[in-house]
């Protein structure tokens, strides 16, 4: 096989990886009803259950963006998706509610690794060029996994018939399947390292380092950070409840209307990707997707609009930021600070997943939020535009910068990796 085909094969391999996971992430949302009405759960146990998988990477992402940039991308992806599977299944068994929530912890462990460690992989492999596309393409898979687990109410019925565990297994046993994926990466990436980026020998850490990044990557890093904090506790854990006591929908069609915002992105993520790929304007771009996140709030809270409306805009703005983002960020360092790049990227919004997650549910507790008091859940929806439009004062300062920088910073079609990591303070 050709040499240049093989950064393809490894971004099957990792999109593939992260597919099972992201299944797995959001299963949740599906059996909320579930385990509300058979074991009782109130919306802050619910809360809890999306909360504690981002506790532990409140301190250990960055620990574990570290450690990739010593161990190699490979080896962290293989170990993190063994993680991954025994938190799975521990979660699966469920009872108590303590190894529950301690299943889910070490799987958001495991999962976060996993997820910066394939970003990581992707960037080495495809560090000549294409980086956005193949990023774009590695999320389209990604939203396949979580359309999956939004479709899984009405493809697996009998399943969720069963009870909540059935789904739950069912999420294991995929997350089960990055492993066999994992290792073949593993073993491509140890046979053919002359393929990817090799960047110098990592420094000895020390905490200095984290304040030698541009006011740019703070910029992005807020947005990231926001953006995943408002995104995901309403998608992955509130929405379909929200769907169900609000719009009056049964599971099956909530499922169904929270899956089209993933689907949308499963084509268009590749778009944008070669869009920022081809004509640069990354901060630009995420501007305009960051713009329609508190838009989509304010609809949801005040308006009788029909779900299509919001479902459009957010998936609008779901297929930009992650398209655009990541390889955005990946151009504001050096090659070898990468992983500890995205490791502090990850902590920080590992500790506002778990706070949205938390305060989300609470809202939801302390508003009586339920199917007789709809209007319960309209103070969760107004602290997510509150901080969507944070997210999106962010994203102007960050365009304010870059278009000062010379030769526009990230604005332009191709950024030096000079230009980009080493004149920027």
């Known amino acids: 096989m050709p040499d240049k085909h093989i950064k393809w094969i490894m971004l099957a391999l990792a999109a593939f990886t992260i597919m099972g996971s992201y299944y797995t992430y959001d299963s949740i949302a599906p059996v909320a009803g579930l385990l509300r009405d058979e074991r009782g759960f109130s919306q802050s146990q619910i809360g809890m259950l999306n909360a504690v998988f981002n506790l532990p990477n409140i301190a250990l992402a960055l620990i574990g963006g570290i450690l990739i940039d010593r161990i190699g991308a490979a080896k962290a992806i293989l170990i993190a998706t063994i993680i991954c599977t025994i938190g799975a299944s521990l979660t699966a068994v469920g009872e108590p509610f303590g190894l529950m929530l301690f299943g889910r912890l070490l799987f958001g ?60 297994w069912l999420a294991a046993a995929l997350t089960a399947t990055g492993v066999f994926t994992a290792l073949i990466y593993y073993l491509v990436d140890r046979k053919l390292p002359h393929l990817r980026a090799v960047g110098q020998k990592p420094e000895r850490f020390m905490l200095k380092q984290l304040t030698g990044f541009s006011r740019s990557f703070w910029y992005i890093l807020w947005l990231n950070v926001l953006f995943a904090s408002v995104f995901f506790p309403f998608r992955s854990t509130f929405s379909i409840q929200y769907f169900m006591d609000v719009k009056d929908m049964n599971l099956a069609d909530a499922g169904t209307a929270n899956s089209y915002v993933f689907a949308a992105a499963i084509f268009a993520t590749p778009v944008f990707g070669l869009i920022a790929d081809r004509i640069g304007r990354r901060a630009s771009l995420l501007g305009f997707a960051a713009a329609l996140m508190p838009l989509t709030f304010f609809i949801l809270a005040t308006t009788d609009y029909g779900l299509w409306v919001t479902t459009l805009l957010m998936g609008i703005s779901f297929s930009v930021i992650p398209a655009v983002i990541w390889p955005s960020t990946a151009m504001l360092v050096e090659k070898h600070r990468v992983g500890t790049a995205f490791g502090l990227i990850n902590m920080i919004q590992s500790l506002g997943l778990a706070a949205a997650n938390f305060c989300a549910g609470y809202l939801n507790d302390v508003n009586q939020a339920g199917p007789e008091n709809p209007q319960g859940y309209d103070a969760m929806l107004l602290m997510f535009a509150g901080m969507s439009l944070i997210a999106f004062l962010s994203t102007l300062l960050l365009i304010i910068r870059e278009r000062r920088q010379p030769g526009r910073g990230i604005e332009a079609r191709f950024i030096g990796q000079s230009d980009a990591a080493m004149q920027r303070h």
């Open 109 to 168: 462990l495991g999962n976060e690794t996993l997820y910066i460690a394939l970003l990581v992989g992707i960037a080495q492999w495809f560090h000549l060029g294409g980086g956005a596309l193949a990023i774009a393409l590695f999320f389209s898979m990604a939203r396949v996994g979580s359309y999956s687990a939004d479709k899984s109410t009405s493809w697996f019925a009998d399943v969720y018939a069963a009870g909540w565990q059935a789904p739950l």
